[in-house]
């Protein structure tokens, strides 16, 4: 099975919640960065800088000396956001937290949006 198939089985799923980070989201994370890091690898960009919140990551894609910030909200609170209403934008490095404007896309679209995200160079 692939991987986005993996990921779709959490479309409408309730995450647990509590001062501990739940199980469930830590696999369901570990998956989603693992789907990331397939589409990376296929296109020669490598992940940098990622960082695990409570229930939410943001990491940044690199491509040479270019770099692209994502993030998911907090998945709790935002029921499937995180499949269609992904954060992504331009960075100027691996610790650039504010960058270029913010764009939002879906996970189905995303191997296509950073490609052209990439080919703009900003």
Not at 23 to 32: A, M, W
Not at 56 to 72: M, V
Not at 88 to 110: I, P
Request: charged share 25%; hydrophobic share 30%.
């Amino acid at each position: 099975m692939d991987k986005l198939s993996e990921l779709r089985k959490y479309l409408d799923y309730e995450f647990s919640t509590g001062v501990c980070t739940g199980e469930d989201y830590k696999k369901f994370q570990n998956k989603y960065i693992n789907y990331l890091r397939s589409i990376c690898k296929e296109r020669g960009w490598e992940i940098v800088n990622v960082g695990r919140g409570h229930y939410y990551f943001s990491l940044f894609i690199k491509e040479n000396d270019n770099y692209i910030y994502l993030a998911i909200h907090d998945v709790r609170y935002n029921p499937n956001s995180w499949y269609n209403n992904i954060l992504v934008r331009h960075a100027k490095h691996e610790k650039d937290y504010t960058g270029g404007c913010n764009r939002y896309t879906g996970l189905v679209k995303l191997p296509l949006i950073l490609t052209n995200m990439f080919k703009e160079r900003c």
